[in-house]
Every structure is written in structure tokens, then in C-alpha cells.
């Protein structure tokens, strides 16, 4: 096989699957270690890849790649919507207590379920520093709604800041559902900004059980800044069953894994 036959199927592998390893791609094309770091290199320097420790990820999984709520918003929809149901299930027929929502795409549309119905019967007060999810919830009926204030960033319309942690930090609610941009097994929960990290430590720190909701797409992503480690975590919510080194670090933080 030459080379620019080898690279394309490589690129191939990194566009479906986010990421790929040396050691996997030397055995799949039957050729040395050294080669494989050549063909990445070359795929480096064209744009297509960022070589990473042990392998390559995808472009786009920059540790600072952030899209807007807009952009996101139209990505695995589908996905996101049946982990937002089942995050309304996980609340069962009835919470007495606080619910604190986190912000993204999939925390939005947790707040899109419980505007619309059918949520919880119980006393529910639902706590967010995301402007969207405040928007959704205002005079949702059933419903006690709290705004986290601070300087909001335009590109996650969420309240950032030292205020924002303040506020947070001085709360006790009973769940939280938290969306993050990557999980990893050594890593952890992490995001690409540094304020907004700082707000979901602090998020996480308060709640009494942590939701993480993320789909597939976050697996294996290491952003620049890491907020949480799987330890922390109670539950994550997802679209796919996890495997290899991210299963087996999820298995040993006793995290239960719930696909919806």
C-alpha cells in the first residue's frame, strides 16, 4: 500500500472515530511505528489531524475548539433529545428538592422537556447560571426557577465569573445535570474555557449527586481545561455504551453508565 493510500484510510478512521493510536493503525496496516508517526506528521501538516500523545484526534478537537449554542444545537439532536428524556426519567414521578441545570445543548433540552411536560410532580426549583435555560423555564408552570447572574459569554450564553462561583457555592441542590465538552480516562470532565470550568467545579462541588449528560462525541476529548475527574461523578448519561480505556476508568470510578 503506498503512503497517500495509507493516509487517506487513516483520515478515513479519525473522521468516524474521533481519534486513533499508533500502536493500532501499525497492526491494522502491518507497518512500523515510525511509519505511522510519518503518515500523521504529514496529515498534521496539511490540517487534517493534531497528533496528540500515542496517536492523532481530529482537528476539531482542538484543546480550545468551542462551538456556539447555535452550532451545537443542531449536532446529534436526535442524540441529545433522548438523553434528555432519559434525564426526566432519572428525576422519577416526583423530586422534592432542587434540580440544578447546567449550561449546553443537552441541558437545554432537559429544560425544553420539564417547559412542556410532563416533569416531576413534586416541589421542583430548578437553579441555572445559562440564559437559555432561564428563557426556557420563565413561567413554566410547576416549576421554581432561579438565575445565576454574572457576565454572560455570548458564545454559551452562560454566567461566568467570580459572582457566578460565589453564588454557586453558597448552594446545596439535590442534582445536577452537567453537560461537559470531553471525557476522558485520565483527564476527566473538561471544557475549552477557563471561566466556564471554574463555574462547573464549583457546580459540581455544591450539587449532592452529579449527571453528567454527554453523547459520544465527547468520549476520549481532553479540552484545555479539565473541571471534574469520573470520580466525581454519579451517573453519565449517553448515547452509546463506552468501551476500551474510557469504559474501564468509568467501571473503576464506580460511575454508572446509563444509555439512553
Same mark, same amino acid.
Given at each position: 500500500?503506498?503512503?497517500?493510500?495509507?493516509?487517506?484510510?487513516?483520515?478515513?478512521?479519525?473522521?468516524?472515530?474521533?481519534?486513533?493510536?499508533?500502536?493500532?493503525?501499525?497492526?491494522?496496516?502491518?507497518?512500523?511505528?515510525?511509519?505511522?508517526?510519518?503518515? #500523521?506528521?504529514?496529515?498534521?501538516?496539511?490540517?487534517?489531524?493534531?497528533?496528540?500523545?500515542?496517536?492523532?484526534?481530529?482537528?476539531?478537537?482542538?484543546?480550545?475548539?468551542?462551538?456556539?449554542?447555535? &452550532?451545537?444545537?443542531?449536532?446529534?439532536? *436526535?442524540?441529545?433529545?433522548?438523553?434528555?428524556?432519559?434525564?426526566?426519567? #432519572?428525576? /422519577?414521578?416526583? %423530586?422534592?428538592?432542587?434540580?440544578?441545570?447546567?449550561? @449546553?445543548?443537552?441541558?437545554? +433540552?432537559?429544560? !425544553?422537556?420539564?417547559?412542556?411536560?410532563?416533569?416531576?410532580?413534586?416541589?421542583?426549583?430548578?437553579? $441555572?447560571?445559562?440564559?437559555? =435555560?432561564?428563557? $426556557? %423555564?420563565? /413561567?413554566?408552570? *410547576?416549576? /421554581? #426557577?432561579?438565575?445565576? /447572574?454574572?457576565?454572560?459569554?455570548?458564545? $454559551?450564553?452562560?454566567?461566568? *465569573? +467570580? !459572582?457566578?462561583?460565589?453564588?454557586?457555592?453558597?448552594?446545596?441542590?439535590?442534582?445536577?445535570?452537567?453537560?461537559?465538552?470531553?471525557?476522558?480516562? *485520565?483527564? @476527566?470532565?473538561?471544557?475549552?474555557?477557563?471561566?466556564?470550568?471554574?463555574?462547573?467545579?464549583?457546580?459540581?462541588?455544591?450539587?449532592?449527586?452529579?449527571?453528567?449528560?454527554?453523547?459520544?462525541?465527547?468520549?476520549?476529548?481532553?479540552?484545555?481545561?479539565?473541571?471534574?475527574?469520573?470520580?466525581? =461523578?454519579?451517573?453519565?448519561?449517553?448515547?452509546?455504551?463506552?468501551? @476500551?480505556?474510557?469504559?474501564?476508568? #468509568?467501571? &473503576?470510578?464506580?460511575? &454508572? =453508565?446509563?444509555?439512553?
Amino acid at each position: 500500500m503506498y503512503a497517500t493510500e495509507r493516509q487517506q484510510q487513516i483520515e478515513q478512521l479519525i473522521a468516524t472515530d474521533g481519534r486513533v493510536a499508533v500502536l493500532d493503525l501499525a497492526d491494522r496496516f502491518g507497518v512500523t511505528t515510525e511509519t505511522v508517526r510519518r503518515d #500523521l506528521a504529514a496529515l498534521e501538516r496539511v490540517g487534517v489531524v493534531r497528533r496528540v500523545h500515542g496517536g492523532a484526534v481530529h482537528r476539531t478537537r482542538a484543546s480550545t475548539a468551542e462551538a456556539s449554542v447555535a &452550532e451545537r444545537s443542531v449536532q446529534r439532536s *436526535g442524540s441529545k433529545q433522548n438523553i434528555a428524556r432519559a434525564a426526566v426519567d #432519572l428525576l /422519577g414521578s416526583e %423530586l422534592d428538592g432542587a434540580l440544578y441545570l447546567d449550561a @449546553g445543548t443537552t441541558t437545554g +433540552a432537559i429544560a !425544553q422537556l420539564l417547559a412542556t411536560g410532563p416533569h416531576p410532580a413534586g416541589d421542583l426549583e430548578v437553579v $441555572t447560571h445559562s440564559m437559555s =435555560v432561564a428563557h $426556557t %423555564l420563565a /413561567g413554566a408552570q *410547576g416549576i /421554581g #426557577l432561579t438565575a445565576i /447572574g454574572g457576565r454572560v459569554r455570548g458564545l $454559551t450564553a452562560a454566567a461566568v *465569573g +467570580a !459572582q457566578t462561583v460565589e453564588a454557586i457555592s453558597r448552594l446545596r441542590p439535590d442534582i445536577a445535570f452537567i453537560g461537559t465538552n470531553g471525557v476522558a480516562a *485520565g483527564f @476527566g470532565l473538561s471544557t475549552p474555557d477557563p471561566d466556564e470550568a471554574a463555574v462547573k467545579r464549583a457546580i459540581v462541588a455544591s450539587a449532592r449527586r452529579i449527571v453528567v449528560v454527554a453523547d459520544a462525541d465527547k468520549f476520549d476529548a481532553e479540552l484545555l481545561v479539565s473541571f471534574a475527574s469520573l470520580s466525581d =461523578v454519579d451517573v453519565l448519561l449517553t448515547d452509546t455504551a463506552p468501551s @476500551g480505556v474510557l469504559a474501564e476508568a #468509568l467501571r &473503576e470510578a464506580d460511575v &454508572e =453508565v446509563q444509555i439512553a
